[in-house]
């Protein structure tokens, strides 16, 4: 589950993370509160960002022309007419694709004065099975990029789950920043914070781009979160209901959202080849096969062991609803799932859904012999296989 940067930084701030003051807002009047209200308080500018489940944003352009999907602003004039330009418009990025995001929320922060930037994100690495705070003093670009052309400028700190992040190991980073003095001590103070925000709310990912050393009014430097990236573990928010009320469904495919209302693991993908396995593995292994015999996989569609006949139908339903589906193919290996309730729950769904795509169905395993009589005896036309890679390649054939 992907969070917006206000509601991250919202996370952030209750374990202790200095962020810059600042409010959310759904609609112009809430905007023009929250820029007086920063003004009010003394800010000479704000900053107006644009509140999407994408990165890119201030390199973005609106579907009207508009430039950029994160402005600063010097009067309560210019914030506002940002704003308003922003608010209900389609921001493209380069991680959004061409058909881009509306833009339905922003958050107005105040607009510090930074002399440095930095990167810092923790994240698990599977390679080691091991959480790991990640840092660079190559702040406020883009971190691939860092990775790529100059990797030895990329810190990692690797963290004992058991124990956490060690005040030492935020002292090392600090330095490894660059950081001295009395910054050493706060900064390794706000990473134990973004890491303790990471670990307590299930984080798969919290990145801050930038992190950024900050003059404050009064001559001293303080180091600020200034943005906010964070993605939760899915399989942890049943312990985390304040954080499930922040799920943002306009920003999901809804294809995705309603495969997750009837329990199916569903992600659509860019190919034109649809899947339905059960098993995790086995879809894996018809995607492969498809990509072997010189196809493209239109989702990824795991129904289980103990899908119904209702969830199959609801299955067929949602990969109709891709337009770019050309053909279906069933690859069901029977374990625990029984053949014909999938071969009952496919006739079932062609008839209602009245298909006209070329249909591929292997059947294999527990009551095999009835699901395959129930699919002859429906009148459907249908392509059968006996094994995954001829099924495959007759999918793969039926395209094109």
């Not at 103070?189 to 801050?208: N, P, Q, V």
């Not at 006949?309 to 339903?317: G, I, N, S």
């Not at 292997?362 to 699901?371: S, T």
């Not at 001829?390 to 094109?400: F, L, Y």
Request: aromatic fraction near 4%.
């Amino acid at each position: 589950m992907n969070l917006h940067e206000y509601q991250a930084k919202e996370l952030m701030k209750r374990h202790g993370v200095r962020i810059p003051p600042g409010e959310p807002a759904t609609n112009l009047d809430e905007a023009k509160a929250a820029i007086a209200k920063l003004f009010d308080a003394g800010n000479a500018r704000v900053v107006v960002k644009s509140q999407i489940h994408a990165g890119g944003r201030g390199k973005g352009t609106f579907k009207d022309g508009f430039k950029g999907g994160v402005h600063l602003a010097d009067s309560v004039e210019d914030a506002t007419a940002k704003a308003e330009a922003m608010l209900g418009n389609v921001l493209v990025t380069k991680q959004t694709g061409e058909s881009g995001k509306q833009v339905s929320r922003l958050l107005i922060t105040s607009a510090e004065n930074i002399k440095s930037e930095f990167y810092v994100a923790v994240l698990l690495d599977r390679a080691l099975g091991k959480p790991i705070v990640m840092a660079s003093a190559e702040g406020g670009v883009d971190i691939e990029e860092v990775a790529d052309k100059t990797p030895e400028k990329i810190i990692k700190e690797v963290i004992d789950p058991a124990l956490g992040l060690q005040p030492h190991q935020g002292r090392k980073i600090a330095i490894a920043l660059g950081l001295r003095g009395r910054l050493i001590g706060q900064t390794a103070s706000l990473l134990r914070a973004l890491y303790k925000t990471w670990h307590e709310c299930d984080g798969t990912m919290l990145e801050i781009n930038p992190l950024a050393l900050i003059v404050n009014e009064d001559g001293t430097e303080a180091v600020v979160a200034l943005d906010a990236k964070m993605s939760i573990d899915d399989n942890a928010l049943f312990r985390h209901p304040d954080i499930v009320a922040m799920r943002d469904l306009s920003e999901e495919n809804p294809l995705e959202v309603e495969a997750a209302g009837h329990d199916l693991n569903y992600i659509k993908l860019d190919g034109n080849i649809a899947c339905l396995v059960n098993g995790a593995g086995l879809a894996m292994a018809t995607m492969d096969a498809i990509k072997h015999y010189g196809g493209d996989p239109a989702n990824f569609l795991d129904v289980g062991g103990g899908a119904t006949k209702e969830q199959v139908k609801a299955a067929f339903e949602i990969i109709v609803g891709d337009p770019n589906v050309q053909a279906i193919l069933v690859n069901i290996f029977g374990g625990i799932m029984n053949c014909n309730t999938i071969a009952e729950g496919i006739v079932a769904a062609v008839k209602e859904t009245h298909l006209t795509l070329p249909l591929v169905v292997r059947l294999e395993g527990n009551n095999v012999d009835a699901g395959r009589a129930t699919l002859a005896a429906s009148g459907l036309t249908l392509i059968t296989a006996d094994s995954l890679s001829e099924a495959a390649e007759k999918a793969v054939a039926a395209v094109k």
